[in-house]
């Protein structure tokens, strides 16, 4: 599966940004979706995370009641709703899929788009 990342760029402090991300494949198919993001010089962190079955969400502390999750399965596509951004939410952000019975480990996820970049400036 092929997964390709759209929407970013750059938004200012207590902006809103969506992103999606596209599948080449049946998101449904797999355990859990994903996003993950990776600032300068830092490791990937998991942002939000879904699991297919049961719709169950994980949010880093750093952006619950901020960010939502979100999948339309017939378009194949996933979304990261960004509200109140921050600067510290500028990252390289990237969506991942996972056949794993996994919750929001970047090294439990398999499937991965290429990312792109979020800037929020203050």
């Known amino acids: 599966v092929q997964l390709v990342e759209s929407g970013g760029g750059s938004v200012q402090a207590g902006g809103s940004l969506t992103l999606s991300c596209a599948a080449s494949?049946?998101?449904?198919?797999?355990?859990?979706i994903g996003w993950f993001r990776q600032a300068p010089g830092k490791e990937r962190e998991g942002v939000s995370c879904?699991?297919?079955?049961?719709?169950?969400?994980y949010y880093a502390d750093s952006v619950r009641d901020r960010f939502t999750i979100s999948k339309d399965d017939a378009k194949n596509t996933m979304y990261l709703q960004m509200n109140s951004v921050k600067p510290e939410d500028t990252a390289v952000y990237s969506c991942?899929?996972?056949?794993?019975?996994?919750?929001?480990?970047?090294?439990?996820?398999?499937?991965w788009g290429q990312g792109i970049q979020v800037t929020v400036s203050s």
């Open positions: 879904l699991v297919s079955s049961d719709g169950a969400t």
């Open positions: 494949g049946f998101i449904s198919r797999y355990y859990a």
């Open positions: 991942a899929l996972t056949n794993r019975r996994a919750w929001c480990s970047v090294r439990e996820y398999d499937y």
